[in-house]
């Protein structure tokens, strides 16, 4: 399954969540299986794992698991806390999620989720449904995709980028990854082609998959579905996620501020378990190179 997707700050990661072993975790983010193999392997006979992804092939590597303790729930994370009642159960001893896009993903050309090959436009996790992107390259204003691409690519000159895609769609419809690519052309950076293509297909991968908000609704499940003395880790790996983590992790609240009780003291629900963000060492870079933007953050609930 490791083929699939190497899981990255794995060690860091198990460590974080402190495991019990007869306690109740969810994996937010399943994929190739790789750090809920990991959990499995520190539970006891009365622990469970309940793990989540919306994706066919995550799917097939859960069949794989042959385990009484694990549960795989095909749904986006976003719907977390309903799943998990559905099921009997109210509360859990840790939650994880890894929010980067699998390898699999990018090495696999007809998804299109990378630049480096030509395949359709697509980009959904789910492919069973909902918009792609080139349903939004061609079917967004000029208006709403600066929007976007600034907020969540946080390119630079969004309205330019905007102008050149409204111009070649014009002409032809963007139906595959390079007639992206040849689309915004005369806008990409000669000097910084790679970042500027990764910041472009993130605001589109973002915007597909409704990213942040789900995100945002996961975070906030989590916090209700925790027990006291529960751990929360997360591995981000853009600004815009680690910034919402971090802040939630610190204050309870998405813009930082946490919360003030009526004498004025500030009231977050977590103790931060790390400092600072923890990053792969050089050697993990080293063996995976697309560890190298992972940020690492872990809370705990308050008793």
């Not at 937010?28 to 622990?47: D, M, N, V």
């Not at 002409?171 to 990409?188: G, N, R």
């Not at 989590?222 to 600004?239: A, E, F």
Request: some cysteine.
């Amino acid at each position: 399954m490791n083929e699939y997707h190497i899981p990255v700050l794995a060690e860091e990661s198990i460590e974080l969540l402190d495991i019990r072993p007869e306690g109740s975790y969810a994996d937010l983010t399943f994929g190739g299986g790789g750090h809920s193999s990991l959990i499995l392997a520190k539970l006891g006979s009365r622990g469970r794992l309940y793990a989540f992804d919306q994706d066919a092939d995550a799917k097939a590597n859960a069949e794989r698991i042959h385990d009484d303790r694990f549960t795989f729930i095909e749904s986006n994370f976003r719907f977390m806390r309903g799943q998990l009642r559905m099921r009997g159960v109210e509360a859990l001893d840790g939650v994880f999620a890894d929010l980067g896009v699998s390898s699999h993903h990018f090495d696999t050309p007809e998804r299109g989720f990378s630049f480096r090959y030509d395949a359709p436009l697509d980009m959904r996790m789910n492919r069973r449904g909902g918009v792609s992107a080139a349903d939004i390259v061609n079917g967004y204003d000029p208006e709403r995709l600066t929007l976007l691409l600034g907020k969540w690519g946080e390119l630079q000159t969004p309205y330019k980028i905007a102008n050149c895609i409204e111009r070649a769609r014009t002409a032809k419809p963007i139906v595959t990854v390079s007639d992206l690519t040849e689309a915004v052309a005369p806008c990409t950076p000669k000097k910084d082609e790679t970042k500027f293509l990764s910041k472009l297909f993130q605001a589109l991968r973002i915007e597909v998959n409704g990213e942040m908000r789900a995100l945002e609704m996961a975070l906030e499940q989590s916090l209700k579905m925790l027990r006291p003395g529960g751990r929360l880790v997360i591995i981000s790996y853009h600004s815009l996620e680690d910034r919402l983590v971090k802040n939630f992790m610190r204050s309870g609240t998405f813009s930082g501020e946490a919360e003030k009780d009526f004498f004025g003291n500030t009231a977050s629900p977590f103790r931060p378990v790390t400092r600072k963000a923890v990053v792969p060492t050089e050697q993990e870079i080293k063996e995976n190179p697309r560890s190298r933007s992972a940020r690492l953050r872990a809370a705990e609930k308050k008793k």
